[in-house]
């Protein structure tokens, strides 16, 4: 029997999971639901399943199995307490919240109704990253090089605002921090320095690009370079750099360092050398679908869900982390001083 399926936050993300149930058998989208009923509508239309407006009318009305969670930064908390009180499963898209407060709050509830949960990381799940964190696992890890370059701002209004996306590093460059947790295990220290290097303020002749990422904007209060350094718990040290400048393409990716290798990560796909060779891995065209298929197969019975809401909490520390010393004049924080106790 397929696993009943709702939809929260129908905007931009949410398309690639709802493509992704509708090729699935074992998926059926029951509801779609956004603040603005027009995306609502406009998903149930293409994808199927009954829109709403209101989240908590579509839980008591559709009582899905499960929920797919794709709002903004800011828009966490009382969606994953209401499904989480009865009983219904969820997948969250990253990051699982803007604050440790709003992630506290719901890992409380997941904890005591005892629900089955994932976070969209999957860069975690692409064939070849598996093959390298296999391989990295029976070595000693010596650097962990990460970067993430956007080549522009996403033209979302929560986008460039700090209390709304997080930042680039709490909203996006958590995906390269949360994967360097998965080759090299829990980070122990966290450096950070941010900088604003351009003028992001639209000249009088600018036009907004219908589509894609703009240049400018209006209210830009994020930083737009950021650099920080890691010290992992295993001793291995670790850097993150990231950008919003406007260049000519999106790249993200890693250099990893280990005992008798060297990794390359491009996206989803890698490359490394060591004593057994040279490797090379594309991953599939339908690498990203793995995260929710594997979350549809836990709720199933059949699979284990392999990035709980735990492991987004994890994350989403070490980007807060990076803003907090920032806030402490660059000073090192410890993870430990982030997460909630117990984690
Ligand atoms: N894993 C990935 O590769 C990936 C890619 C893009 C975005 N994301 C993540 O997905 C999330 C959403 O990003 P997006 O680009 O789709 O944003 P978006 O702004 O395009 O879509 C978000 C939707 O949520 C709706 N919404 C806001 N508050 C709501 C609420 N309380 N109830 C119901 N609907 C609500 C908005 O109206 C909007 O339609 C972000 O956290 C982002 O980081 C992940």
């Known amino acids: 029997m397929a696993v009943r399926l709702g939809f929260v936050g129908t905007g931009g993300i949410a398309n690639r999971h709802l493509t992704c149930a509708q090729g699935h058998e074992d998926m059926e989208i029951v509801a779609t639901c956004d603040v603005v009923p027009q995306r609502a509508?406009?998903?149930?239309?293409?994808?199927?399943?009954?829109?709403?407006?209101?989240?908590?009318?579509?839980?008591?009305?559709?009582?899905?199995?499960?929920?797919?969670?794709?709002t903004p930064p800011f828009a966490h908390g009382d969606i994953e307490e209401e499904a989480a009180s009865r009983g219904i499963h969820f997948f969250v898209e990253k990051p699982v919240a803007i604050s440790m407060a709003m992630a506290e709050r719901v890992l409380a509830a997941v904890r005591e109704h005892d629900i089955i949960t994932q976070v969209g990381y999957m860069f975690r799940l692409s064939p070849p990253i598996v093959a390298v964190q296999r391989m990295l696992s029976e070595r000693a890890i010596g650097m962990v090089q990460a970067h993430y370059y956007m080549p522009g701002l996403p033209n979302k209004g929560w986008w460039p605002k700090m209390e709304m996306g997080g930042g680039q590093l709490v909203e996006q460059a958590t995906h390269m921090l949360d994967l360097g947790?998965?080759?090299a295990g829990d980070v122990r220290t966290v450096i950070g320095k941010t900088a604003t290097v351009r003028d992001w303020t639209p000249p009088a002749d600018y036009e907004?690009?219908?589509?894609?990422?703009?240049?400018?904007?209006?209210?830009?209060?994020?930083?737009?370079?950021?650099?920080?350094?890691?010290?992992?718990?295993?001793?291995?040290?670790?850097t993150l750099s990231c950008s919003l400048v406007p260049q000519v393409k999106w790249d993200n990716g890693f250099k990893v360092v280990a005992e008798g290798a060297l990794v390359t990560i491009d996206g989803p796909s890698a490359s490394w050398e060591n004593e057994d060779g040279e490797f090379e891995e594309q991953a599939p065209d339908n690498w990203a679908d793995a995260v929710l298929v594997e979350f549809v197969n836990a709720v199933m019975g059949e699979a284990e869900a392999t990035i709980p809401y735990e492991e987004g909490v994890r994350s989403l520390a070490i980007s807060l982390a990076g803003y907090e010393s920032v806030e402490r004049g660059n000073a090192p924080v410890e993870i430990a001083e982030i997460l909630p106790e117990g984690l």
Do not use: H, N, W
Not at 214 to 238: C, H, N, Q, R, W
């Open 41 to 70: 509508e406009e998903a149930a239309e293409k994808y199927g399943g009954t829109p709403y407006q209101d989240v908590v009318e579509m839980l008591d009305a559709e009582a899905p199995d499960a929920l797919v969670i794709c």
């Open 181 to 183: 947790r998965f080759l």
């Open 208 to 238: 907004e690009p219908e589509k894609g990422l703009v240049a400018y904007k209006e209210g830009f209060e994020i930083p737009d370079a950021t650099a920080l350094i890691l010290e992992y718990e295993s001793g291995a040290m670790g």
